[in-house]
């Protein structure tokens, strides 16, 4: 089956910390990844994608590298602000059926 | 470009009671889904529409939910009659018929007491 997992919240770090939040496929196919940020009482928005091996998606400073050798997609950003507080979700698009299929999230504070 | 626009944002009812979702997609967005977000849970897809009709409700609990996208455009989720366990928030989404980006509105936020 498609399903995805990521690494266990919460996660608290300090301002200028490096991030990682790992994330896990497993799908039939060659799936897209995504990884999606909901910031408290809001939706959610796309952050960055990839939609084939070894491509590395990229958006407001964070980054994430689609290995389909170890079937991740990690999301990583050098120095997180304040303002990254959210949580943030891993997903992959099931080509043909064109539907995501979600992990748990992982919940991110940023303290100054 | 407008978004996908959904209302009302929140919801407070009790159960038994009925409630409705609206949600109108990006423009030219032939695929309209409909999620549900359960508190500390990933998103779960109740059911997608291609134009008007119906790609996958399999995941729809039919005694009581239902959806219907009678031009293929807008979009109305409803539930009848609401349980506790459907505290949640209710996500609309859209994208291109082949399109490989899918775009969420900001939820219908819905509390049964």
């Known amino acids: 089956g498609n399903s995805v997992t990521q690494m266990e919240g919460p996660v608290t770090l300090s301002e200028e910390a490096f991030l990682t939040i790992n994330c896990t496929y497993t799908a039939t196919g060659y799936p897209s990844l995504f990884w999606y940020v909901q910031y408290p009482g809001e939706g959610l928005q796309l952050l960055l994608k990839?939609?084939?091996?070894?491509d590395k998606g990229s958006n407001k400073g964070f980054e994430a590298t689609y290995r389909k050798e170890t079937t991740s997609f990690h999301l990583e950003k050098g120095s997180v602000q304040v303002s990254d507080s959210a949580v943030y979700f891993c997903a992959l698009l099931i080509q043909g059926a064109q539907k995501l299929v979600f992990g748990q999230g992982t919940r991110l504070t940023i303290n100054p | 470009e407008a978004g996908v626009a959904q209302s009302p944002r929140y919801k407070i009812i009790e159960k038994r009671q009925s409630v409705a979702f609206w949600c109108n997609p990006i423009s030219g967005h032939a695929t309209l889904y409909w999620y549900q977000q359960i508190l500390g849970q990933g998103p779960k897809l109740l059911i997608q529409f291609q134009n008007n009709g119906v790609v996958d409700d399999s995941q729809l609990p039919k005694d009581r939910f239902s959806a219907e996208r009678l031009k293929g455009v807008d979009s109305t989720l409803k539930i009848q009659p609401a349980k506790l366990e459907d505290s949640a928030v209710y996500l609309c989404?859209?994208?291109?018929?082949?399109?490989?980006?899918?775009?969420f509105g900001e939820g219908s936020w819905l509390t049964v007491v």
């Open positions: 989404a859209s994208s291109f018929e082949r399109g490989n980006t899918i775009y």
């Open positions: 990839a939609t084939k091996a070894d």
